[in-house]
């Protein structure tokens, strides 16, 4: 696949045109609207394609949509939140994933609305409130709540949007998408789970939720908010240097996966790795923009040559190893692999030197990035 053909994804995916008939026909209208738009990657590095998509990779999807994609989960909760506790079920609502972290690729993404019951939870028995008995039981078990929240919430969403596409089949879910939605939602059942710490400091950045598998009829535990906390922290460290790498990541495997390629690595996945790279080159990237790129290529590298270490790098909420499957290992060669050749493309189009090689050191090639000012 070329570089030009990367690009016109790339900028159909921030824009929105790659998932437009997904969206209500205003939306639609809006959306293609902005095709004839330039974003301001577009008008640097001229001449120098793999630079250009390289940067625009890093860069965060335009706020407006972002805001949109907020705004329409938020008119979902609104639903829920008046038709659920006429079913006896009182509910709370928050975001989790790629949006709130500020991470998301698309113009037109998926937003997680977590609808979190609270009439039941789950709680970590060891932990301080529950040994000074402030839990009691509930009327109804936390297990039951969530096949009752999941149940009535696919029934209020078919009744509260006629038009909209709602697939109640995927296990964890309720897909929304089209009629009147300006973007998609997944609204994803929950009830809290009082972890140790939470019990411990009250920060809901340390609760965690308890998400319902339809399918299997059980529930998993998830830290969403303290995973955003983390990713978020480190970032504001590094100068936005963070979540640039990701992103940039992210868009790699997107089109990977368009061109046939599986990346078994997920969003979380993806940002979990890039939080045990060098802080201090991401940092940098605030003035050598493709510092960034450099890093990520490096430390994805290292992942490979050194699986064992590797394998050992633990989430940013502390829940589980990265690396715990042969087919997320399997993904960090196939990123690992694409981060070289990127790498090199764009090395070459930054020094007249290394334009003259067709397959320059990586360290070489790094080292032309890491002080490389882009205009």
Known sequence: MTIDQRLARLRSRRKGSDRYRRVSFDQQMAILSKQLTAESYEGRQRGKPHTQYALGAMAEVDADYTRISVETAERVGNQLARRLPDSGIPVEFRLQGSVPLNVHIRGISDVDLLVIATRSLFYAAAGVRAQRGEYTAAAVSPLALLSSLRRES???????YAAVDVDVDAPKAIKLAGGSLARPVDVVPSVWWDTLEYQRTGSEVERGVSIYDKA??????????????????????????LRKA????????????????????????????????DLATLRSGCIWELAVLAEAQRHFDWCYAHPHEAQRLVTPDGSRRILDTPERVAGVLTLSVELDRLTKHVAREQSSLLALQDSPALTTAREVLTRSVVL
Request: net charge negative; glycine share 6%; aromatic share 4%.
């Open 216 to 241: 299997e009829h059980r529930s998993i535990e998830n830290l969403p908010f303290l995973h955003i906390a983390k990713v978020a922290e480190l970032d504001a460290q590094v100068s936005g240097g």
């Open 246 to 277: 990701i992103r940039l990541c992210k868009n790699l495997k997107a089109d990977l996966e368009e061109e046939g390629s599986s990346v078994a690595l997920s969003s979380y996945d993806i940002a979990g790795l890039l939080c045990h790279s």
């Open 154 to 160: 696919e029934q209020a969403l078919q009744a509260a």
